[in-house]
């Protein structure tokens, strides 16, 4: 097996200062597109009513288990904002526009946690004491991100998560009530702009730092995972969401990797010179090949199944 490619990296600090009138543009649009929101008009407190000490949830009827475990992942993924706030300062700083925009983010983010809780509280939609244990482990555990060695890793990261964020929740949203759909989209909504804003930061960083960006694409691409995958249960929970179709490998593929990395950024039209880059560029390339047909794989075993 051939050795990987040398690996292909840009000084943090030219980064963020040559990207930081970019990153000043597309955060005023962002604000132009934000909606002013409030988590409490969204919840159905009607439905609601007190809990004895002890009591046990859901109530019946209750979503299916593939519902319920995309709520629980869902919920506890965004429960970790301390910790990616921390991640992500640590990398970027917190001066200039780049403190601004993580500040704005964490402020836009910390609403998510209490709408979707409040979703729960009032629905009973998931056992809400076994809900606060696994809070309290996966908040206690902590959560150290390994996986950005640079600024422009943390960026391709972040543009594939926050669309993977996006689509985990209005495909939950999907499966529940009018209310929960409610809450999941709001959510979504939000997931959506802040995707923007870092796939269109990622979009320049190729104008300005081609070969290092390819190359971070390529890290991020091949070794990505959602962030929540040291949760309590979370195999079990992965599982159950893939089978429902909620996200799995296809959805992956074709709504995130495919639209993203060979639409939006362009990756294989690139003029990159012969070296290091072009290398890791064409083991991306078979990289999305590979996984092109697992998918395939998987598809043709659901359709054998369905016959």
């Known amino acids: 097996m051939a050795s990987p490619p040398p690996a292909v990296l840009a000084d943090d600090t030219v980064?963020?200062?040559?990207?930081a009138p970019v990153a000043a543009t597309l955060?005023?649009?962002?604000?132009?597109?934000?909606?002013?929101?409030?988590?409490?008009?969204?919840?159905?407190?009607?439905?609601?009513?007190?809990?004895e000490i002890g009591e046990e949830s859901p109530t019946d009827p209750a979503p299916n288990a593939a519902v319920q475990s995309?709520?629980?992942?869902?919920?506890?993924?965004?429960?970790?904002?301390?910790?990616?706030?921390?991640?992500?300062?640590s990398i970027v700083g917190g001066d200039g526009i780049w403190g601004a925009w993580t500040r704005r983010w964490t402020a836009e983010e910390d609403r998510h946690s209490t709408a979707i809780r409040d979703y729960?509280?009032?629905?009973?939609?998931?056992?809400?004491?076994a809900l606060e244990r696994a809070r309290m482990a996966q908040l206690s555990g902590g959560y150290e991100a390994t996986h950005a060695p640079s600024v422009?890793?943390?960026?391709?990261?972040?543009?594939l998560q926050e669309l993977a964020t996006r689509i985990a929740h209005r495909n939950t949203g999907a499966m529940l009530d009018a209310a929960g759909a409610d809450v999941m989209a709001?959510?979504?909504?939000d997931e959506n702009l802040h995707f923007l804003f870092y796939r269109d930061l990622v979009t320049h960083a190729l104008?300005?730092?081609?070969?290092?960006?390819?190359?971070?694409?390529?890290?991020?691409?091949r070794t990505f995972e959602m962030p929540g995958t040291a949760m309590p249960g979370f195999n079990d929970h992965a599982r159950r969401i893939a089978a429902a179709g909620i996200y799995d490998v296809p959805t992956h593929l074709t709504r995130i990797v495919e639209p993203t990395v060979l639409r939006d950024w362009g990756v294989e039209q690139?003029?990159?010179?012969?070296?290091?880059?072009?290398d890791l560029r064409e083991r991306l390339v078979e990289f999305i090949g590979r996984l092109r047909r697992v998918v395939a794989r998987l598809q043709e075993r659901k359709a054998s199944a369905q016959q």
């Not at 955060?27 to 439905?47: D, G, K, T, V």
């Open 15 to 19: 980064v963020l200062s040559e990207l």
């Open 27 to 51: 955060m005023e649009r962002h604000l132009a597109r934000s909606r002013e929101w409030f988590p409490h008009e969204h919840i159905p407190w009607s439905r609601g009513t007190d809990f």
């Open 70 to 89: 995309a709520l629980v992942v869902n919920l506890l993924t965004e429960d970790n904002l301390p910790y990616y706030t921390h991640a992500i300062a």
């Open 120 to 129: 729960l509280c009032v629905t009973r939609a998931v056992d809400l004491r």
């Open 152 to 159: 422009l890793d943390l960026f391709v990261y972040l543009s």
């Open 186 to 189: 709001r959510v979504a909504f």
């Open 207 to 221: 104008e300005r730092f081609p070969a290092e960006t390819v190359a971070a694409i390529e890290r991020q691409v």
């Open 270 to 278: 690139l003029e990159l010179p012969s070296g290091p880059a072009d």
